[in-house]
């Protein structure tokens, strides 16, 4: 019993890792053996703030039109095709963008999947240069929760991809998920996720130090 306890406390810490370089999150993920699709959010994830700020304060000439049409996602649509972003600017986690290099070298598909809408997301895409697939926002699809889980099942299937996500939006898309891998979650959202979670496996990456 003790063994097993202490077996199951190393777990939990190789599972919380602070910045890891590319070969060590591709062993802890067990890609090796299991090489599934890797679906990436973009923001808070593979950034480290949102796409949207990136448009401010263009964006607050949008407020009527979100006003008018209730709509997170046609509001999006509209400022990033009136404000073009530069994606060269954004704030990208360098050691992602490294471990998805080399997931890329060993044919592993890669997905940016991202509620931000695709004219941000193809541009972000088009830069990179790594993803064979891109699911975003449309002006009427809000790609968010139970939208992108049930576009990341249609393509692949249930339990057929890792999902690196960040919020509580993300729940609805790890539920679905062949594992969890969460960034920079707090204590509390971390033992959230680990209990709507409680069948997969779960690795949490911080990009700050706790």
Same mark, same amino acid.
Request: overall charge positive; charged content about 20%.
């Given at each position: 019993?003790?063994?097993?306890? !202490? ?5 939990? %810490?190789?599972?919380? !890792?602070?910045?890891? /370089?590319?070969? %060590? !999150? +591709? ?14 959010? *973009?923001?808070?994830?593979? *950034?480290?703030?949102?796409? #949207?700020? +990136? +448009? ?9 039109? #979100? *006003? ?7 509001? $999006? ?5 009136? =404000?073009?972003?530069?994606? %060269?600017?954004?704030?990208?986690? /360098?050691?992602?963008?490294? +471990?998805? $290099?080399?997931? $890329? ?6 997905? *940016? ?13 088009? =830069? #990179? ?25 249609? @393509? ?15 729940? !609805?898309?790890?539920?679905?998920? =062949?594992?969890?891998?969460? @960034? ?14 409680? %069948? ?5 990456? =911080?990009?700050?130090?706790?």
């Amino acid at each position: 019993m003790r063994f097993d306890f !202490l077996k199951e406390r190393m777990l939990q %810490e190789l599972r919380a !890792l602070y910045r890891p /370089s590319p070969e %060590e !999150l +591709f062993k802890i993920l067990d890609l090796g053996r299991v090489s599934l699709p890797i679906c990436i959010d *973009l923001d808070f994830t593979l *950034l480290q703030s949102s796409s #949207l700020y +990136f +448009f401010f304060p263009q964006a607050f000439f949008g407020l009527p039109k #979100l *006003l008018y049409t209730q709509s997170w996602a046609a509001f $999006k649509w509209w400022v990033s095709m009136k =404000y073009p972003i530069n994606p %060269e600017t954004l704030p990208y986690r /360098s050691f992602l963008i490294d +471990f998805l $290099k080399l997931c $890329k070298t060993q044919n592993i598909p890669l997905v *940016l999947a991202t509620g931000a809408s695709y004219p941000t997301a193809y541009a972000v895409g088009a =830069y #990179l240069n790594c993803f064979d697939h891109i699911i975003s926002s449309t002006q009427t699809i809000h790609c968010v929760g139970s939208a992108k889980a049930k576009a990341l099942i249609d @393509l692949y299937g249930e339990n057929k991809f890792y999902y690196f996500g960040d919020s509580k939006k993300d729940l !609805l898309v790890w539920k679905h998920a =062949y594992s969890v891998v969460a @960034l920079d979650p707090s204590d509390a959202f971390s033992k959230r996720i680990k209990n709507f979670c409680a %069948e997969k496996r779960c690795f949490f990456l =911080y990009d700050r130090v706790k």
